[in-house]
């Protein structure tokens, strides 16, 4: 099943697809968007235009597990995104993965404009692969 990852910001949305064996994970770009509402609807016309049957939202808890400003903003994220959209729509923990992403383009040696043009969707990719691992690892229980 064709799954989306989004990593919901304030100013840049990162996006990622996997493929229908959910085996690979692809960035697929980065909505620059500042109203809540309209990012909403920018990422309900790519579920459709990307044909996805499931959408997961970085959920960005606390590092002690608690749930913080940040990550209320991402459940009503979600919630708005429900309403827009024809598919089951779920949050998923998305701990240290911006700092994974920088991590990742310190190894590429990805810096300035096209490191900030890219982050959003390299942490998205991180979330999507994450989720895809507990799903392979809850199918072999």
């Given at each position: ?104 383009l310190n ?33 072999q229980q």
């Amino acid at each position: 099943m064709k799954i989306m990852a989004v990593d919901y910001g304030d100013a840049r949305t990162g996006l990622a697809v996997c493929d229908r064996t959910e085996t690979l994970a692809s960035p697929i770009g980065v909505i620059h968007e500042r109203d809540f509402a309209a990012t909403a609807q920018k990422v309900s016309f790519a579920v459709r235009e990307y044909d996805v049957k499931m959408v997961v939202v970085g959920y960005p808890k606390n590092m002690n597990g608690t749930v913080g400003e940040r990550a209320e903003k991402c459940e009503r994220f979600a919630n708005l995104l429900r309403n827009l959209v024809a598919v089951p729509v779920e949050l998923w923990d998305e701990r240290s993965t911006t700092v994974s992403a920088h991590g990742y383009l310190n190894e590429t040696n990805t810096r300035g404009k096209k490191r900030k043009a890219v982050i959003d969707a390299v942490a998205a990719t991180i979330i999507l692969e994450s989720y895809l691992g507990y799903r392979r690892n809850q199918s072999q229980q």
